[in-house]
């Protein structure tokens, strides 16, 4: 395989899978691989090494990191396996305390070596290597089905990370320059705004077990979560530009406190990625500044912003619990990764249901603390590290968004944030009381 | 009225409120802030400047704030009032956005003037202008009964953080001087450690609205709280200290992700305070250095350290409600600062109830970040910057202190700091599912 | 001896020494130690216990450090004295590495105890202790003479040191209280100015070594001083305004890069002091916030503003071997603490001189950096730590000021500050090659 | 013209100039430009993004910068050019304030964008038209001859930039690689060290004004210099390294104080890039991890190591005006980058003359602060900006170092660095009074 060349940049890239996905593991395996690498087409070799900030990582780390993660928790165990580079472990393990150190994180821009063609190496190598093992006999491998799967949706994580990372560091350049070019432009309105009713009860939540989930979505727990109404769609940018112009982000009534010290101190004034350029707003997406559309829903928000934004409409942010109450009998359908539209948009049909736009778009920020279920616990060894040891300061997000993949959504799936991060696609759905 | 004089510094401070309250609003008005002076009998005039990190304040501007409480939310309503001095409105504001802009927080050391004798004048002035209103008729000062009664909570609770910072303030100087002498010492051991069952059940948590309540124990609302089991008594530092000597603070398996950063950073070894002198543990407290007694509570402990202990011994924290459920029925005696003790200690009975300790000695992590109950709101105006404001990022603690007036406390009382606050006595009660 | 109430504060302060000094060491002893405690006598306690910054120091802790250094440099090595708190080695030293560990400087403000009587206590006692020796045999006292008598010069910079520290804590306060009351206001017109010639030659320069210079004065030495002309007098505060009202501040071109980073992360747009009300320049002064008299001489400047100004004028700072030679000649009479005016003023006489207020009023920045002068060697011992070492990263300041003893300063005398303080009564007097 | 790929890496970089300077400004103009990227030989494209501390730049911003020069300061003003792209003006602008606002210096390492290929094609462009400028009538380009000429020295001194900044990224990385390989290895014995006699006088000093120089140089100046002595070579790392045995590092007596700050806060224990291994000092240089070689020149040093290690001795640093008294009559032959020896080394003969190594190798702190001659007058224009403002806070250096071009160097060239940098090939000569 020949690494993608900047040539291509002028092109949206092509080989992402479709929704679907493969039967066998081996098919999943070599199906999200690929789809990593093919969300790096368009990129310069330039592209790969930048870290703009210490909650970012560079492309090269994240491609490097996910080979790492099959490397050391597979293949160090098949009898027989050498290293590829002994060092590596050091360089790319992230916060796996029981393998050993790392690598400093705020320096993983500072790494111009191993280069990019060196890590398209490293891929090649434990690709065919667990592409060795899944084609034997499953008896062989069978040990490790649970730890390559979780694998696969760790890669699909790092999917969404490598385009919200880079739309970040492209962001910095004064150029402006562009991932791609957009598909199709999205068109039309928002979908009518209406409430919707969710009666009073004690519900089963979390996974029940069938399927793949991570740890922290389980054990299944019963809830008693009161009445409770839930907005038919996301808040728009021209809703929230409402807000904008109501001087909201100098009014400390409408703040949490930590918030209010946040808008002073990096003296935020609009969603991330947004600019006034004479007297009109534009942002910055992954296919160049464009004009804010009002329909689309807003995103780049941080918690702060979403929970100001609904104290100021007299609303509030739903629990996790409600949020999921809501999304147990809906489709998982939505605008994700593989429209390759690279920003949330106006749905296509307008919007046919109770409530649109619950899974893509825009990750959805709760007012729920990420914290562990009753009866949770992490599993043993470096992969109980995963999940749990995170459940302090951060608050929960509900339904992917336009960069997530299609198969790693569900209605149980929690993403977790701290509350002043806005490089991810989060937008807000409102909720009141009944 | 003379303001105290350090010739007291050798005796403990007297004139503590005993822990009956008064009937009257102004019976509790008047013994609530002489309660507030009394703590200061110790100090030389020096210990009311200094403010010794950003989350403490000096003693002076305490006295200070809870004076500009009384005449900025009360007094400035009361016609023909003139202010003491306009400019104390700027000086003594602490975060209340909506009454004007504060002098900014971390510069509360810098202020030498108005002096400690001023500000016991300003104290003398508002006390005595109160004192009048609340000598007339119910029907003139009956409109602000609430927001008096409220103003008293308040400075209860910073008579506890004056306690508070100043331990923290004396104990930067190299020469460790005591605050006071402690009444009796804590002696005898700890009482005997065993689990207390609860069963499953939907259950009514907050308050009911009789007596003083603030608005974030509000509304009565129900929950399902699973059956779990509470150990009968707070961790001792004997305890604590196996964990330590087990090399707890250098296993990053026991800590929450930011907890081990924390540790690393901070080169936390010990809970606060603690000190190791020719192989012995020592820590400083209120009445001096004072070798450690394994029989005492455990405190001044972080929620991080807290939760690693759990970990360590292979439980958890309860939940708030779990401990609110336990609570309800209990007794609210217990170790407060009308004992003059000034630290956790065994209880002199030794412990005779099925839960010792729930109230009073420390305060207790529970593993529930700090947020709104069901259908909570904020009153209205500037008293609703009060607690809403300030529900991200923190943790809930429960039971009061050795440091918290008897009178303050109930089972349903929330207080919150952030998961690193380790200057307040906070410490921990085990829990695990049934 | 009753150390001094806040009663006083109305009045100024009375007990500066005259400027003659006593003839004997017990006497300028006794004279030099009175003087310090003379500066106090307007302070409340609460005064005593601030440090504003880093580099500033409570002024407790002043009146402390200076006693110490009585204490460990002479008492110390008396046979039979017992130090009067073995503890204060390490609070009160400065920077002797060579006597032992020191308290870290930027905690200094933390240190509510000693409490100032007792840091008077400390000062009467050592007072009493070198008196006794000082009334004894001289070929006892006689080795310690020199160190005594540096002690006291070593003094005379804490008393300057107190009063631009007092200055700056009281600055931060937004009630702006006064240190006193002025002696008399200063009124009248600036001395004309006009450019005095110097011709070229090769100078001796440096202290001969009659009557007590500093290590850092010392050798004699020659330099070729190329001809000059040297301002009359110094800049005035109206002609820098005009340096202000010309966007000084905003243009690059007149800065050095340091600087020109220096104005804009601090955001300095005028004298540190100075604040615009109204329309009009007013600034804090130890008699209290008072209209900028233009006649004045223009004072609290950085080295970086002292040399912006000088290029907008297309003028130069000149080199302390310019001044010196100046100086030489020269009367030292001037307006130094002695005249309790507490700030530059225009002279009594209107000025008479060739060159003008060159002693007392400010402290006139060259453009030498502080370095060794040839053949300089450091004393042994721990003295030799108390100038050699700082020979790098700051300026030469010349003459004396508003607040120097004027017994301390001679023509000789180096002063030294960062090119950044702005916290010292410093001005400019400007030069020009002939 | 292909930039150069990775595949060479293994080769030492070939093209570099001989030392002769070719006759014409043409010759001269391309020899330096190819001079540039052929440093850039062995560079992988990942190699050329990374700003390893804000100090350095990114090598494609050294490359971009340096044509920007020309661009800018000749071009612009050529009737009928039009810029490459407006928007480099902004992102390659390092200082100038008087040409536009400059793009953030520490964020250089965030532009992935333009890429190493775009900057190459604007190398390119820029070199066609001043070839073709250069290659038309001299009355022409005749007005800008000067301006070129600087360019040209200006682009040398940022070759050995991309040499320091390339070093100091790739010792961040924990695979050490190595920029090339070395011609020859530095073998045999530092030649004997000796002391060199100069006696008192009244010295010329300063650039003469004929050739090329830079304005901080000029103008010729008298100046006196006292007899001294100094050494006939630089210190070696052997001798350095008694410094190190005998805890140089851990006594403050031997620390000018700002040096003893720096030394505690960032934990210096030997000279930047050594590394004690299994009880042996080793090194980074350009070349791999070597051992240190006690015979060679000891290199990348503070102004703080230089100077304590002079007081160890007993000795002192050289003034710059010592230095330049010393090397008037001295041969400007040394060990430069035309080498390829990437590091100092034991001179090839031995050692013949008095003084060896007075130039290449390593650049030698003199203890003069940089500062302005007598007279000095920066250029008028944006060229002005280039050395009068950083005349405070650094220290001046002089002899070049093995990262120089030869033909860069003269005995009246003045390097300056603040006294804390040490990513440059600085080392110490010795000096004492006669």
Same mark, same amino acid.
């Given at each position: 395989?020949?690494?993608?060349?900047?040539?291509?940049?002028?092109?949206?890239?092509?080989?992402?899978? #479709?929704?679907?996905?493969? #039967?066998?593991?081996?098919?999943?395996?070599?199906?999200?691989?690929?789809?990593?690498?093919?969300?790096?087409?368009?990129?310069?070799?330039?592209?790969?090494?930048?870290?703009?900030?210490?909650?970012?990582?560079?492309?090269?780390?994240?491609?490097?990191?996910?080979?790492?993660?099959?490397?050391?928790?597979?293949?160090?165990?098949?009898?027989?396996?050498?290293?590829?580079?002994?060092?590596?472990?050091?360089?790319?393990?992230?916060?796996?305390?029981?393998? %050993?150190?790392?690598?400093?994180?705020?320096?993983?821009?500072?790494?111009?070596?191993?280069?990019?063609?060196? !890590?398209?190496?490293?891929?090649?190598?434990?690709?065919? *290597?667990?592409?060795?093992? &899944?084609?034997?006999?499953?008896?062989?491998?069978?040990?490790?089905?649970?730890?390559? =799967? &979780?694998? &696969?949706?760790?890669?699909?994580?790092?999917?969404?990370?490598?385009?919200?990372?880079?739309?970040?560091?492209?962001?910095?350049?004064? &150029?402006?320059?562009?991932?791609?070019?957009?598909?199709?432009?999205?068109?039309?309105?928002?979908?009518?705004?209406?409430?919707?009713?969710?009666?009073?009860?004690?519900?089963?939540?979390?996974?029940?077990?069938?399927?793949?989930?991570?740890?922290?979505?389980?054990?299944?727990?019963? @809830?008693?979560?009161?009445?409770?109404?839930? *907005?038919?769609?996301?808040?728009?940018?021209?809703?929230?530009?409402?807000?904008?112009?109501?001087? %909201?982000?100098?009014?400390?009534?409408?703040?949490?406190?930590?918030?209010?010290? *946040?808008?002073?101190?990096? %003296?935020?004034?609009?969603?991330?990625?947004? =600019?006034?350029?004479?007297?009109?707003?534009?942002?910055?997406?992954?296919?160049?500044?464009?004009?804010?559309?009002?329909?689309?829903?807003?995103?780049?928000?941080?918690?702060?912003? *979403?929970?100001?934004?609904?104290?100021? !409409?007299?609303?509030?942010?739903?629990?996790?619990?409600?949020?999921?109450?809501?999304?147990?009998?809906?489709?998982?359908?939505?605008?994700?990764?593989?429209?390759?539209?690279?920003?949330?948009? !106006?749905?296509?049909?307008?919007?046919?249901?109770?409530?649109?736009?619950?899974?893509?778009?825009?990750?959805?920020?709760?007012?729920?603390?990420?914290?562990?279920?009753?009866?949770?616990?992490?599993?043993?060894?470096?992969? %109980? =590290?995963?999940?749990?040891?995170?459940?302090?300061?951060?608050?929960?997000?509900?339904?992917?968004?336009?960069?997530?993949?299609?198969? @790693?959504?569900?209605?149980?799936?929690?993403?977790?944030?701290?509350?002043?991060?806005?490089?991810?696609?989060?937008?807000?759905?409102?909720?009141?009381?009944?």
């Amino acid at each position: 395989m020949s690494f993608p060349t900047r040539d291509d940049a002028a092109k949206p890239p092509e080989g992402l899978p #479709a929704s679907g996905t493969p #039967a066998t593991l081996a098919g999943r395996f070599h199906g999200v691989r690929r789809a990593s690498e093919a969300l790096c087409k368009p990129l310069a070799t330039e592209d790969y090494v930048v870290q703009s900030m210490h909650d970012a990582s560079p492309i090269k780390w994240h491609l490097a990191h996910t080979t790492w993660y099959f490397e050391t928790f597979v293949l160090s165990e098949v009898p027989g396996y050498q290293p590829y580079d002994a060092r590596y472990a050091y360089l790319f393990n992230s916060y796996y305390n029981s393998v %050993g150190e790392q690598y400093p994180r705020p320096e993983r821009g500072m790494l111009t070596r191993p280069t990019v063609a060196e !890590v398209y190496a490293y891929r090649r190598h434990v690709n065919e *290597a667990i592409g060795d093992l &899944l084609e034997g006999d499953a008896e062989r491998w069978g040990r490790w089905s649970d730890v390559i =799967e &979780l694998g &696969l949706h760790h890669e699909q994580q790092h999917q969404e990370l490598m385009l919200t990372d880079l739309k970040h560091a492209l962001s910095l350049n004064p &150029l402006r320059p562009a991932y791609t070019r957009a598909e199709r432009s999205s068109r039309g309105e928002a979908p009518l705004f209406r409430w919707v009713d969710f009666e009073e009860g004690v519900r089963w939540l979390g996974h029940s077990g069938k399927g793949f989930s991570f740890d922290n979505e389980r054990p299944l727990h019963r @809830h008693l979560v009161p009445a409770f109404e839930l *907005a038919s769609r996301p808040v728009t940018s021209g809703e929230y530009l409402a807000f904008i112009e109501a001087e %909201g982000y100098s009014r400390p009534d409408l703040w949490l406190s930590d918030g209010w010290a *946040a808008v002073q101190q990096r %003296g935020w004034k609009a969603p991330l990625y947004w =600019e006034r350029r004479d007297g009109t707003w534009w942002h910055f997406t992954l296919t160049g500044m464009r004009p804010v559309d009002p329909e689309e829903p807003v995103c780049h928000l941080s918690y702060y912003e *979403a929970d100001a934004y609904a104290r100021f !409409v007299d609303y509030r942010l739903p629990t996790e619990q409600e949020w999921e109450v809501a999304a147990q009998p809906a489709s998982t359908d939505g605008n994700f990764v593989e429209s390759r539209l690279w920003h949330p948009a !106006v749905p296509e049909d307008g919007g046919r249901t109770d409530l649109d736009q619950l899974f893509g778009d825009v990750w959805e920020w709760t007012r729920s603390p990420y914290g562990p279920y009753p009866r949770y616990e992490p599993p043993a060894g470096a992969i %109980g =590290e995963y999940n749990g040891k995170f459940m302090c300061n951060q608050f929960v997000l509900r339904g992917g968004a336009c960069s997530t993949p299609a198969s @790693h959504i569900r209605s149980t799936y929690r993403n977790f944030f701290y509350p002043d991060a806005r490089w991810q696609w989060s937008g807000i759905r409102l909720a009141r009381y009944s």
